[in-house]
């Protein structure tokens, strides 16, 4: 990310992968949010994590999400993702991995190993 000569930068973006687990029945058709925390205390706004045209959190996918937090984010310390909206009846998600990259560099990992979600829950991954 390049700024001009004497800008400061308001934002940067966190890299959230996300890998939905291969079991039948691990997608979701609810909506999907992330925040951010960081280690000194700047944050993200809630997110919406959503591609155009595009079935997001199906069994089996491996996606890639942008979000914006405060320049001066020195660490990512926690994601927050969260589900709500969409159809409750088939929202349940199973959840594979979780890492990020704060300005390219790769954070130590979020989470690993399957973990369910229902409608309306959330999970705090930490750092």
């Avoid at 320049?71 to 926690?78: G, N, P, S, V, Y």
Wanted: hydrophobic content about 30%.
């Amino acid at each position: 990310m390049t700024f001009p000569l004497g800008a400061t930068p308001v934002s940067d973006d966190v890299s959230l992968q996300i890998n939905t687990d291969v079991t039948s029945g691990s997608g979701t058709d609810a909506d999907i949010h992330a925040r951010i925390t960081c280690n000194n205390g700047a944050y993200s706004e809630d997110t919406l994590l959503d591609k155009d045209n595009y079935n997001d959190f199906e069994a089996g996918d491996r996606d890639t999400y942008l979000v914006a937090v405060d320049a001066k984010c020195d660490r990512l310390k926690t994601v927050t993702l969260s589900m709500r909206g969409g159809n409750p009846r088939y929202s349940d998600w199973k959840i594979q991995a979780l890492s990020g990259a704060l300005r390219g560099v790769k954070q130590p990992g979020l989470f690993r190993g399957d973990r369910w979600l229902t409608y309306g829950q959330s999970v705090d991954a930490q750092m």
